[in-house]
């Protein structure tokens, strides 16, 4: 079974700073996806990223952008210029590659910005 | 395009009532997964519907916990009979491919 690990429980930053989140993987398929969600206070679940596992390029999008190296099954989120509505707490995910998996999640870090 | 809706967004229920849960996923995505959140805890995945079939309910409890997702109207999770332990934060997520978007979530407190 597959299984997504975030060790960091809680992480802060500075406001305008650049921060990373850690997420490890532990996987025997080759193609899968993986994605880092938000939850803020409200609660709702926000997609911030998603990376294909066949794609070696690193994913972006705007402020965001992840580091994945696929053989040490890491996939680490940074923030740039971090900014007070970036508080909430973060979740990383794995999906298989057959389409319309279940995802499975880690247990999630919350994130504090210092302003 | 309106989001997944999910309804209602907190329930109430006293012990061994029955809670139903609605999911509405987003226009055009035919697949819908129903998680639940623990407090302090992450998402768990409950269960995966297409249009009038279960794909995968490995995550569901055996008992007291069904899903369904008619060919008309909004997908539904029942719980029969809820204990305190079912108190918890249900997320329905819908997609038309890989990436899944999630619903507001009900808050469920029993009683």
């Known amino acids: 079974a597959q299984t997504v690990t975030q060790s960091q429980p809680e992480m802060s930053v500075q406001e305008a700073e650049t921060v990373t989140l850690s997420c490890t993987y532990d996987?025997?398929?080759?193609?899968?996806?993986l994605f880092w969600y938000k939850q803020p206070p409200s609660r709702q679940m926000i997609l911030v990223i998603r990376?294909?596992?066949?794609?070696?390029q690193n994913a972006t999008e705007n402020r965001f952008s992840v580091n994945f190296q696929k053989a040490a099954k890491s996939f680490s989120l940074k923030i740039s210029d971090s900014q007070l509505g970036d508080a909430a707490m973060y979740f990383c995910?794995?999906?298989?590659?057959?389409?319309?998996?279940?995802?499975?999640f880690g247990t999630g870090t919350r994130l504090t910005i210092i302003p | 395009n309106a989001g997944v809706m999910q309804n209602p967004r907190h329930l109430v229920r006293r012990r061994g009532q029955e809670a139903r849960l609605r999911c509405s996923p987003m226009?055009?995505?035919?697949?819908v997964y129903w998680y639940r959140q623990l407090p302090e805890e992450g998402l768990k995945f409950m269960v995966y519907?297409?249009?009038?079939?279960?794909?995968?309910e490995s995550g569901m409890p055996k008992e007291r916990f069904s899903a369904e997702f008619p060919k008309e109207g909004p997908s539904i999770l029942r719980i029969q009979q809820v204990v305190r332990g079912d108190s918890a934060a249900y997320f329905c997520?819908?997609?038309?491919?890989?990436?899944?978007?999630f619903g507001p979530g009900t808050r469920l407190l029993v009683l």
């Open positions: 519907l297409q249009k009038e079939n279960i794909i995968d």
């Open positions: 996987t025997s398929e080759s193609d899968y996806y």
């Open positions: 995910a794995y999906s298989g590659n057959f389409g319309n998996e279940k995802l499975t």
């Open positions: 226009k055009g995505h035919s697949h």
């Open positions: 997520a819908s997609s038309p491919d890989e990436t899944q978007y």
């Open positions: 990376q294909e596992a066949y794609k070696q």
